[in-house]
């Protein structure tokens, strides 16, 4: 049984900072992508970044230059360091490894506001 525990979400202004962690427990082999998706209210889950095992990594334009991913595949973890927040960057942040039909976190709520 896999599980992945996301943590440090949370209030934050705009241009203020976050960094989202996920550890995956279980029998999880190391050879699955990891990645970070998103979900506002009244919207679909979208793509926040993800990062292969062998550091290919693919960014949601309203990522890109603001959002880093980076892991550890010894450790199964994988992190979002997240700069000069948006209020719309407000949503649910889920943690996935495997895709669409691998494995999901409970999601964290990042919320960006003064």
Do not use: H
């Not at 241009?15 to 190391?30: F, T």
């Amino acid at each position: 049984q896999v599980q992945l525990v996301e943590s440090g979400g949370g209030l934050v202004q705009p241009g203020g900072s976050l960094r989202l962690s996920c550890a995956a427990s279980g029998s999880m082999s190391s050879g699955y992508a990891m990645g970070w998706y998103r979900q506002a209210p009244g919207k679909q889950r979208e793509l926040v970044a993800t990062m292969s095992p062998g550091g290919t990594t693919n960014y949601a334009n309203s990522s890109k230059g603001r959002f880093t991913i980076s892991r550890n595949n010894a450790k199964n973890t994988v992190w979002l360091q997240m700069n000069s927040l948006k209020p719309e960057d407000t949503a649910v942040y889920y943690c996935n490894a495997g895709g669409g039909a691998g494995w999901w976190g409970q999601g964290t709520q990042v919320t960006v506001s003064s």
